[in-house]
Every structure is written in structure tokens, then in C-alpha cells.
């Protein structure tokens, strides 16, 4: 999925940073909530995304750096998701739906269609461009794409990979997951990771509590999807926010206090330590790394490819909007600054 913001912010991601927001329970580990904004797709009937990563509160959980929620739409009222050919560099995108269908295609020669509960991974190396739109059948839309940094020995690999996995689910007492990255709950799934990382959706019964053994290494994010009296480390987590935990935490205690279940998806990593430039599509090492991709892509530059088959809500070749390819918005007029993200730790609020 693309960045569709015309004036994207600018994300240097570093360790070390300023205070934020944190809440804790006695007894427990601090938990530090990250509150989603709303961002449109795009177009007259624009379908809205909660976007809880980057922020200036906190730009990493682990190698994770981009985490948008969408849905439940009504395709018939937002025209569901027509997003035609644009670009990545230096990142996975990872898709994942708990409704509908998105049909898939990169200029990697990969197409494929993400269904609710299977995995689609897709790696950017030096340079790729894919389209997402949401199939004919779909009547709602509703699911996360979440984009994990690269680091620096791959991440300007010529080749652009597609990695397709289905997770068996994993039953525990009250609930179940499905690990879709790393390993959990006694399950682990064969994807290829460049950092550390675990990625899992989970569903709890009312009045379930799961005391999750994790990796000490590790900071983690738990985004809730449903479930309006979710606890992590025994602080509520909106619908919507994510709870953020920072490293030294063997175990997680995931409460659904409320009377229906409650679905989240956990995220987590090793602190990714390198700095990492983020601006649209983008993820670079510099100013001028980002200038070059912005040029490449807008000149139709061989870095990136084509999409071969796009067929948009336009009709073939076109979005809605009558694009056959996202152009890139201006770059800002001054040289792009840092935005440090914070140690790997909940933290206090001033």
C-alpha cells in the first residue's frame, strides 16, 4: 500500500528521543499507548486508514515502521481500495485481511490475491512497484499492511521476492492465534526475516486472559482490531491504539475483560539500531538517497519496473482517478531533518 498523504512527513528513525506518553499498572510492566490518525486513501469516496506508526511519538517497534488499519468498509459507500502502481525501496510490505479480497501485482513478475488469514509478503530490495485493489466480489474491506525496514547488507538487493504463507492456528485456553512472522505460542512461520521479528493476530474469548511468553530481546505492539476492554500488562488498549512495550518483558498478560471477543494483532522485534530515512514510499539512508528514488520513479526508471495487468476501478491501466501510476508528491524545500525514535521502553509522560 502507498503513502497517499500529499505533503508526506519525514521519519529518520534513531535510538534515543524525548518523553511521551505511558501508563502502568502496580505491579506490571509500563505500557506506553500510541493513538492512530486517520489518514485517506485518496478520491472523492476516499477509504480512511488508522495509521499508529510512524509518529512523532514513535517511529519503530523493532524493525516494524509503518502499521496502517482499515475497515470494516462498506466497499459500495468508499469504493474500496484502488491503488494504482507505485513505488518501494529498502522494505517488506506485509498484508494481512480479516475481510475481503486484494488482488495483488509487482513488477517482480508476482501476482496473487490476500485473503483473510493468509500472509503476503513482499520484499522491495533496491527498488519495486506493485498495485492493490480490492476485488469484485468484495462487499467490505478490512485488515492491516505494515511495512518492515530493511537492514543495511540487504537492503539494496536487485532481486524483488514474494513470499505467500498460511498459518495453522494455535489454540490456547480462551482463544487462538495465527503467527504469520517469527515464532509464538509453540509456532513458527518458514518467512524470510532479515532482523528478528514476530507478527501474530489474536483472538480471545470474553473474560480470556493469556499470559504470553515472549523473547526478552524484544519490544512489542498490540494493535486492537475489536474489543473495547482489552488489557495488556493489566492497562486498557483502545480500539484502534497500539499498547507498546519495551524490552526485559519474558511475559505479556493480554486480557478481554469485555462481554464480546476481542481480536488484536501483535508486532514486535529487535530494536532495529540503524538510522533509517522514511519520506512517502521511500526508506533511505540520506537526503540525497531519497531525491534519487523520487527521480528514478518519476522518470520511469528501470530501478523500480512495471506493473504488467493492473486493471483499476477505472477500468484496465487506471484507477478511479484515471492514473495509471502514482507520481511521487514534492519534496520538501529544506534538507530532511531526523526524528529520533525513543529507547526501546514505555515512557513517562511530562
Known sequence: MTNPEENPDTHVCVDGGLPGPWSEHAGRAPVEIITARAVPLGGPRAMNVRRTLPQRQRSLIGAWCFIDHYGPDEVSATGGMDVAPHPHTGLQTLSWLFEGTVSHIDSGGNSAHVLPGEMNLMTAGAGICHSETSTPDTSRLHGLQLWIALPEEVRDRPGREFEHFVPEPVGFDG????????????????????????????????????????????????????????????????????????????????????????????????????????????????????????????????????????????????????????????????????????????????
Do not use: C
Open 175 to 350: 482463544g487462538s492465534a495465527l503467527v504469520f512472522l517469527g515464532s509464538l505460542l509453540g509456532a513458527e512461520a518458514p518467512v524470510s526475516m532479515h532482523t528478528p521479528l514476530v507478527g501474530a493476530e489474536i483472538r480471545l474469548d470474553p473474560g480470556a486472559v493469556l499470559d504470553l511468553q515472549v523473547d526478552p530481546g524484544f519490544e512489542h505492539g498490540l494493535l486492537v482490531d475489536t474489543g473495547e476492554a482489552l488489557t495488556l500488562e493489566g492497562v486498557h488498549v483502545p480500539k484502534d491504539a497500539v499498547g507498546y512495550t519495551g524490552v526485559e518483558n519474558r511475559t505479556l498478560r493480554i486480557a478481554n475483560d469485555g462481554d464480546g471477543p476481542a481480536r488484536t494483532v501483535l508486532v514486535g522485534g529487535a530494536p532495529f539500531t540503524e538510522e533509517v530515512l522514511m519520506w512517502w514510499n521511500f526508506l533511505g539512508r540520506s537526503t540525497e538517497e531519497i531525491e534519487q528514488y523520487r527521480e528514478e520513479w518519476q522518470n520511469h526508471g528501470e530501478r523500480f519496473g512495471r506493473v504488467e495487468g493492473y486493471v483499476g476501478h477505472g477500468g484496465p491501466g487506471k484507477n478511479r482517478e484515471g492514473m495509471d501510476r502514482i507520481p511521487a508528491p514534492e519534496l520538501p524545500p529544506v534538507r530532511m531533518r531526523p526524528r529520533k525514535n525513543p529507547p526501546p521502553h514505555a515512557r513517562f509522560q511530562d
